[in-house]
């Protein structure tokens, strides 16, 4: 008799755990954090507009913009970068997309200064992006302007993070319009997977 109240009692404890949400809250840690990184990093060719460049996120994580000029100085082979973000836990909420470089590092620059106008996208995006394709998806209005320089770290601007819409932040990197000269400014994106720290380049900050 002892020895099945015994088992009685192992099979109830057992029983408990399984049904514990004990899990569920560590998935919600899981997935909920104040720093977002980019998913897709693809550079958008005016002069090439058909042609799909490489996710460079998946490779070197490379960013670079630039632009070319006429005789005349007005801009010509122009390459925008399309920055695309997951996207986020439902409740978020206090979503920025921030650039931040530490004052180690320096973005590499040529030419004329890097003011640089950000244009959100409409979403879902297209599997190549292109800049036919993209060009079309662009909202109207400037959503926020940043010339890279070492040591910074800006809010280019912030937005309600729709979170648990499965559709993440998308937005275009490009010479603000009023730029003429030629110029071009790239730089790596990186943090450091374990702990989230040395953030460098483009990401969003959120809360939930």
Request: proline residues 8%; neutral net charge.
């Amino acid at each position: 008799m002892l020895s099945k109240t015994i088992l009685s009692l192992l099979i109830g404890a057992t029983s408990f755990v399984q049904a514990s949400p004990v899990p569920e809250v560590l998935n919600e840690k899981r997935t909920c954090g104040t720093q977002l990184f980019p998913n897709q990093i693809v550079q958008l060719s005016k002069a090439n507009p058909n042609t799909a460049y490489p996710n460079t996120w998946l490779t070197d994580k490379s960013v670079n913009i630039s632009q070319d000029a006429d005789a005349n100085g007005n801009p010509s082979n122009q390459f925008w970068e399309l920055i695309s973000f997951p996207p986020l836990p439902a409740g978020s909420y206090g979503c920025s997309l921030t650039l931040t470089f530490p004052s180690d590092y320096a973005p590499s620059i040529t030419g004329v200064s890097p003011a640089l106008d950000v244009y959100t996208v409409s979403t879902p995006l297209p599997s190549g992006p292109t800049f036919n394709n993209i060009s079309p998806k662009i909202n109207s209005g400037i959503f926020g302007s940043v010339t890279p320089t070492s040591g910074q770290s800006v809010v280019i601007n912030s937005q309600a993070c729709n979170g648990g819409s499965g559709q993440g932040l998308t937005v275009v990197f490009r010479y603000a319009d009023w730029v003429r000269g030629q110029g071009s400014v790239s730089w790596t994106e990186y943090v450091n997977a374990l702990d989230g720290a040395g953030a460098r380049g483009v990401y969003l900050n959120y809360n939930c």
